[in-house]
């Protein structure tokens, strides 16, 4: 029993140290706001880089807000290394920020763009990568379009949204509370002239509060659909049949607007790109829920895209 045991352990270390020793990691710090892992494989001399952009609010480099921790992002990048591609992933300026007890109100979603375009420009320089590809999700799928443009060879979106923001809570608000909806739609009309105001439906505060009017107004300058054509790289657009957050019909938008685009729907994976065989339970539960692998198929997508 003792030698069983003990050649188990053996070859449970043997394995691990095997995946160790695929690739290594590195913290880097891009500039004041911006903090990251680099991973890079260790059979490949000048590998090709791809530099992952997180969604929307406070996430983390692993995919991971307060009390929401799924790693997904940190499985990605990772499993692309483990097939022979470097990957750089980076907290959002507001995690830093969150985490030095200070937090920018005057924070636009400009400054986002700013921060991937500062992440790329920073690899290119070191003339160490083939070729250098832009993985954004979700929020970031439109932060990652505006940056690649003239700066990357090519780009992945996943669960991006193929409208503006303003039409996407539009059509949330007529889903879920109808009874909102025109006023919903003067408070967008107000932002669009880049103005604030305090006159909207106290139920949709955690939408409009006044403190995210200017972040909102700026975000919603944007159409994903008009910005992808400006891009004359290839394009992989990704998303999941069970998104609960982003339909796959976005992702359909989005091909649809550029000649550039492959468009891959992978069935079952949810927003957060783990594979959901249940019900909307599960798959809200899946947020918390940092055991679970993300979709096999959707590594293979993309390691096929970039190599």
């Known amino acids: ?66 009390f929401l921790k799924n790693n997904s992002l940190k499985k990605l990048a990772e499993a692309l290394s483990r097939n022979g591609i470097a990957t750089f992933r980076y907290d959002k300026r507001i995690v830093k920020q969150i ?54 060879d090519g780009l992945i979106s996943i669960a991006g949204s193929g409208k503006s923001i303003d039409s996407v809570i539009i059509e949330q608000i007529e889903k879920t509370a109808p009874m909102f909806t025109e006023e919903a739609k003067e408070v967008f009309m107000v932002l669009k002239n880049g103005k604030t105001t305090s006159n909207y439906p106290e139920a949709l505060s955690s939408i409009f509060k006044e403190d995210i009017q200017l972040f909102m107004s700026n975000w ?29 019909e976005e992702a359909t938008l989005l091909e649809s607007a550029t000649s550039k685009a492959n468009l891959k729907i992978i069935d079952k994976m949810n927003h957060i790109m783990f594979i959901i065989e249940g019900d909307d339970l599960e798959n809200s539960k899946s947020y918390n829920e940092s055991f679970r692998q993300i979709s096999t198929e959707l590594i293979e997508t993309i390691v096929d895209f970039i190599k």
Do not use: C, W
């Open 1 to 66: 029993m003792k030698l069983k045991f003990l050649a188990f352990s053996l070859l449970f270390q043997i394995i691990v140290f095997s995946q160790e020793k695929q690739f290594n990691s590195t913290e880097i710090s891009i500039n004041k706001f911006i903090d990251g892992t680099l991973i890079l494989p260790n059979d490949n001399p000048k590998p090709n880089l791809a530099i992952i952009i997180g969604g929307s609010g406070p996430t983390d480099r692993n995919g991971n807000q307060n």
């Open 99 to 152: 985490r030095n007890n200070y937090v920018n109100k005057d924070i636009m979603f400009d400054d986002f763009v700013t921060d991937a375009i500062s992440v790329i420009d920073y690899f290119k320089t070191s003339n160490t990568y083939n070729k250098i590809f832009v993985i954004g999700h979700s929020q970031g799928s439109l932060v990652g379009i505006l940056a690649s443009k003239d700066r990357v």
């Open 220 to 248: 919603m300058q944007y159409n994903p659909q008009d910005e992808i054509k400006k891009l004359s790289i290839p394009v992989l657009i990704v998303n999941g049949t069970k998104d609960l957050q982003v339909p796959e």
